[in-house]
């Protein structure tokens, strides 16, 4: 090509970019992988596990967090996730388990093919300061382990980590559990819906603590002051004057926040839904909703 027709190409093609629609500015980023968290579908669970499992993969769900496995042998579970087409990277494993029953915890998860698991939940006893600073050095001291073993050690949150807590020195719990824990270590998976109840921005979370993310569970809500329950054990004392709601049917701004996934880190997205009426129709408004988000 001639030098001048190489530059004329070349204008015309920055003329064209130039002139091309906003919208059309950037291309959008999806999530190409929409997880479910399978406690939204607990009710079903012991009545029918495989079959279950079967109706979240049919839904378009490619991704699996358990929430226990139901009596099921791991090599039992590992068959019917593959057999559907799924992977589970994640799984919650209650506190006394990662406490006392560590090494099994980790054997089973392989056998699963679990990259990361998950501490769900901090008894209501143990949120004193003396019981977060225990939870912080048992939390470093598995997530070392489960290190060693090729396993990202996460903890989720509720509402109740972003209220005071005497003793911590003014810190909130969540962000004593961000200092006091080894990053490498010890990751979190943020519930973006009971985060946004206790009046926390997440994207702040991603500024302050870049990559600590690596799993969001994904669930929305609706202010209701007429609402019926407080979900008083995951909010703590954060007045919640609402109920939650299938993804894309509340008030969270989801595109905004995953508009900065790359920079808190976010792998994995799990739709979770606590109060699901219609667990089979709820998983799927919220799968539709999230597949079709462009951010």
């Known amino acids: ?139 470093n001291k598995a997530g070392e382990a489960c290190e060693k073993a090729g396993i990202q050690f996460c903890y989720h949150n509720h509402s109740f980590e972003f209220s005071p807590v005497e003793g911590l020195g003014g810190k909130l719990a969540y962000d004593y559990l961000l200092a006091e824990t080894n990053p490498k270590f010890v990751k979190m998976e943020m519930d973006l819906c009971w985060i946004s109840v206790a009046g926390k921005d997440p994207v702040s979370y991603f500024d302050k603590h870049p990559g600590r993310f690596p799993l969001v569970h994904v669930k929305d809500y609706v202010n209701d002051p007429n609402a019926t329950s407080s979900y008083a054990g995951a909010t703590g004392s954060v007045v919640f004057k609402g109920r939650l709601a299938d993804v894309g049917k509340g008030t969270i701004d989801f595109k905004r926040i995953f508009s900065h996934s790359e920079k808190g880190g976010i792998k994995h997205y799990f739709v979770e839904n606590d109060d699901a009426k219609t667990p089979f129709e709820d998983i799927k408004i919220s799968y539709d909703y999230l597949s079709g988000l462009r951010f």
């Open 1 to 139: 090509m001639k030098r001048r027709t190489f530059i004329e190409t070349s204008v015309a093609a920055a003329a064209l970019y130039a002139a091309r629609p906003s919208w059309a500015a950037e291309s959008a980023h999806e999530i190409k992988r929409v997880g479910l968290q399978l406690y939204t579908v607990r009710s079903e669970m012991p009545k029918d596990f495989e079959g279950t499992i079967g109706k979240v993969a049919e839904t378009g769900y490619k991704e699996v967090e358990f929430a226990g496995y139901f009596k099921h042998s791991p090599k039992d579970v590992r068959a019917i996730v593959d057999k559907h087409g799924l992977t589970a990277p994640s799984t919650h494993i209650g506190y006394d388990l990662i406490e006392h029953k560590l090494p099994e915890t980790l054997e089973d998860a392989h056998v699963i093919g679990c990259k990361y698991i998950v501490c769900p939940w901090i008894d209501e006893k143990q949120r004193t300061a003396d019981g977060w600073k225990r939870a912080a050095e048992l939390f």
